[in-house]
């Protein structure tokens, strides 16, 4: 669903922030040859397993150590900043720096894809809600859980913030964001 919403327009540099073992980034790779990725996260561990996963997309793949909220990309580069499952893991101070930084390197015009939690559907997944938020913690996961994700990326210099998806888990509500930088 991340990828169907990138191909319009079809971008040329994405930064894929907090990309894990690199399961989107090589699902991008496959799916838009003639894309530039860069997947950067805090865990020089998890890196190593990503750089495994997209060994075979060779040069057009970087994998950087780096934080989300002090991005080692340079100003308005890249067309596109994906954050996916990273937000919740942030602070509240933290996700502003963080989205700060996507607008920051993004070039006017540029677009942000967020697919993370949002305010639950209903009450049998606010209760899921809460099981996550006893494992990855209240401070981090309360703007989730009261919907205030999306007036944050707007706050942060984003326009025609969107949810493009929304999909019911076994841990809560998922909710897939997209905007526009100002
Ligand atoms: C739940 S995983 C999600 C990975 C991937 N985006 C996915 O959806 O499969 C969260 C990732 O964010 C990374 N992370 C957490 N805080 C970070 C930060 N401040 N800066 C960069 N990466 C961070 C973690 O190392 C981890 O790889």
């Known amino acids: 669903m991340i990828a ?5 327009p079809q971008p040329h540099a994405v930064v894929d922030v907090g990309a894990g073992t690199g399961t989107f980034v090589a699902e991008l790779a496959e799916r838009a040859p ?8 805090g865990d020089p561990a998890i890196l190593a397993r990503a750089a495994e996963k997209v060994a075979q997309f060779g040069a057009r793949i970087e994998l ?6 002090q991005l080692p990309i340079a100003e308005d580069s890249v ?7 990273v937000l919740h893991h942030l602070d509240g101070v933290t996700k502003r720096a963080a989205l700060a930084e996507a607008r920051r390197v993004l070039r006017p015009g540029g677009r942000i894809v967020v ?3 949002g305010k639950p559907v209903d009450r049998f997944s606010r209760g899921l809600f809460f099981l996550l ?10 703007a989730h859980a009261a919907g205030e994700i999306p007036q944050l990326i707007e706050a942060c210099g984003f326009e025609n913030v969107k949810r493009a998806g929304r999909w019911p888990t076994a841990w809560g509500t998922l909710e897939l964001l997209t905007g526009t930088s100002r």
């Open 79 to 85: 067309d596109v900043v994906v954050m996916t499952l």
């Open 64 to 69: 950087r150590e780096g934080l989300a909220q």
């Open 34 to 41: 003639g894309v530039k990725i860069s997947g950067i996260d």
């Open 115 to 117: 697919a993370d939690w």
């Open 4 to 8: 169907e919403v990138l191909s319009d």
């Open 133 to 142: 938020q006893l494992l990855d913690g209240f401070d981090t996961t309360r």
